[in-house]
């Protein structure tokens, strides 16, 4: 039975490809879409480039025929679909309490496709969870687009069972043989004995598990609380590590570590020329003109999270690091500066510390930088693409983000763009993810975690 998939516009704004993506199926578009696409495309934002690259698609397309009488997508293929864009009027057939959306005349083309052509199957593809329940209210089978959907179970740490000999060594040579394990590269190892108590904890890298002193010192002042917060610290302070995943809860300090040890090696070891850390203004790409002010103060209510760490950091902290201490290290006077003087605008007027929004990435090039990307679980997977292919020589990039707590309607645990990079990665010798399971910012947030 042949597949006629109709689509909704935000499959295809989510992924402007998807119309290739189903086999030798056919692919139907309504025309209320192509009218919506056409309003997006305007716009200065990721979703308007997307609807660009939509339109230029289909235009390549519609010069091999008429797209309302179907034009085959991959002609030089022995197995194709066809494409076609629906000029008809469906929308009568809906009950008349139901909108003239966009949404509402996807719904009834589908209907009268599966009415009207029995012999062949009709799906809905639609990002839209309450489009998907309508359809199924009318008989309608409606689906999520699976094509960019990946189900990572990967939280970067396995647990494997020695024996008091294998200990031994480990703790010996500070390292262990561990032949024919299906471990990626740099994924943490917690060694446990015949009781199942842990008893040494490592990093896999080329057939080894190598030993990671859990009591090493302090990065900025950040000492690590738990396993998952030194397993995190050792990779963030690793530089053949080039990109770096770290997921986790509230309160786990995500950012907080990540943004330590981007001072650590931008301030004090001079590897990095400057720590640059973003975030998505969700939604990505909206202009900020609805704010009063300047850019930076319309940049302030977003990017505070970033700045309170910073104040963290660069405050009353360095009290901790040696009260009066004025050493020169990177270009940078470190003494102890409290946080109402804004320690951390002194490394931005000296060019080492930037903090702005993910907005404006496209057509950069980032070298030499400590790249930390905040709340990435908000970001789809073409937008993380475009992040990480800025990265240039001797660049660093780390993502944090919690997949549980997701503001963008259309991205979910499965297809954010921090899940896909986990999986995507975790065979990669210069990268390395950390799941963060354990809340540290307070009793009571911890306990709001787990209660609420």
Not at 262 to 289: H, N, S
Not at 295 to 314: H, R
């Amino acid at each position: 039975m042949k597949k006629l998939f109709v689509l909704d516009t935000n499959v295809l704004l989510n992924d402007p490809h998807s119309i290739f993506k189903f086999a030798d199926n056919d692919v139907i578009i309504s025309i209320a879409v192509i009218e919506q696409i056409d309003h997006f495309k305007r716009e200065q934002s990721e979703l308007a480039r997307s609807a660009r690259l939509v339109s230029h698609l289909l235009d390549d397309i519609s010069k091999r025929g008429v797209l309302s009488k179907g034009i085959v997508l991959a002609p030089d293929q022995d197995k194709s679909g066809t494409l076609y864009i629906n000029i008809g009027r469906q929308i009568e057939r809906l009950p008349q309490q139901l909108s003239r959306s966009v949404d509402n005349h996807v719904l009834a083309l589908a209907l009268a496709l599966q009415q009207e052509q029995s012999a062949n199957k009709v799906i809905l593809v639609s990002k839209d969870s309450n489009l998907r329940v309508k359809a199924n209210a009318f008989g309608v089978e409606a689906q999520d687009f699976a094509a960019d959907r990946v189900a990572s179970k990967f939280s970067g740490e396995s647990r494997i069972a020695v024996s008091t000999e294998q200990i031994n060594v480990f703790y010996d040579k500070h390292r262990l043989e561990l032949a024919d394990t299906d471990l990626c590269p740099n994924e943490f190892v917690v060694l446990e004995d015949d009781q199942q108590q842990q008893v040494g904890a490592g990093v896999y890298k080329q057939g080894q598990v190598h030993l990671i002193d859990q009591s090493q010192s302090g990065v900025w002042g950040v000492f690590p609380r738990n396993l998952g917060q030194a397993f995190a610290l050792e990779v963030l302070m690793d530089d053949a590590v080039k990109l770096v995943t770290l997921s986790g809860g509230a309160g786990t300090g995500k950012t907080m570590l990540a943004i330590a040890a981007g001072l650590a090696k931008t301030t004090d070891a001079c590897i990095y020329q400057k720590l640059l850390v973003a975030r998505p203004i969700f939604p990505l790409g909206k202009d900020l003109g609805f704010l009063p002010g300047d850019l930076d103060e319309k940049l302030n209510p977003w990017m505070q999270p970033i700045f309170d760490n910073l104040e963290f950091l660069l405050g009353d902290r360095n009290s901790d690091r040696g009260n009066d201490r004025s050493n020169e290290r990177g270009g940078v006077r470190r003494q102890n500066r409290r946080a109402s003087s804004g320690g951390y605008h002194e490394l931005i007027e000296q060019g080492m510390l930037a903090v702005e929004p993910i907005t404006y990435i496209r057509g950069r090039s980032i070298p030499k930088q400590y790249f930390v990307v905040d709340e990435a679980q908000n970001l789809s997977a073409h937008e993380i693409k475009t992040i990480i292919t800025r990265a240039g020589e001797g660049t660093k990039i780390v993502l944090t983000g919690d997949s549980q707590q997701i503001d963008n309607p259309y991205l979910d645990d499965e297809n954010n763009g921090l899940t896909r990079v986990i999986e995507c990665f975790k065979h990669s010798v210069i990268a390395a993810h950390v799941t963060l399971t354990k809340g540290e910012r307070s009793e009571l947030a911890s306990l709001a975690a787990q209660l609420l």
